[in-house]
């Protein structure tokens, strides 16, 4: 679960990214931002107390290179100033989440129990864009212990058709009847 900093960051980054026209700029530098900080041997060193925070902001520095606008930097900074530099990832699902929320984009967690085809997923989506009048964005599992079938969460919205689900309704009829 997402702390309450990491959604103050995310929306005083997404107010920002709105005023000034650059939320894919935003978007694209809490990505870097998350995989610098993903690598445990910067993690470490960004959130090691006994290594002075301009040392640190350095090293972030070096690491970020000039792709990222000076804005996220800042940020970056402040972060690491604060000892909050590890909630970089959960400021950019936020921020993620926000912007599809924004852009009228549904994210939908389709479970199967074997990977889909590229026609298969095709085929979700347009059914799922359909139903929600929303685009869609797949997000896609597999889990053999579903047998076959498909189970789809959007929101708070769940699909059961897995084989699993199906035999558990069945075995609950039978037992029923035989009371």
Known sequence: MASSAAKRYAQAVFSLGQEQG?????????????????????????????????????????????????????????????NRTMLIPQIREMFDAQLRAERGIAVAEVTTAERLTDAERNDVRERLET?????????????????????????????????????????SRLMAGRL
């Open 22 to 82: 650059t939320l894919d700029a935003w978007g694209e530098d809490l990505a870097m931002l998350s995989r610098v900080v993903a690598d445990d041997r910067i993690a470490t060193y960004l959130i090691n107390p006994s290594v002075a925070a301009e040392r640190r902001i350095e090293a972030l520095e070096t690491s970020l290179g000039t792709n990222v606008q000076p804005e996220a930097r800042n940020l970056a900074k402040m972060l690491i100033e604060r």
């Open 131 to 171: 139903m929600t009048g929303k685009k869609v964005e797949l997000a896609l599992k597999t889990d053999p212990e579903i047998i076959g079938g498909i189970i789809i969460r959007i929101g708070d919205q769940v699909i059961d058709g897995s084989v699993r689900n199906k035999l558990e309704k069945m075995r």
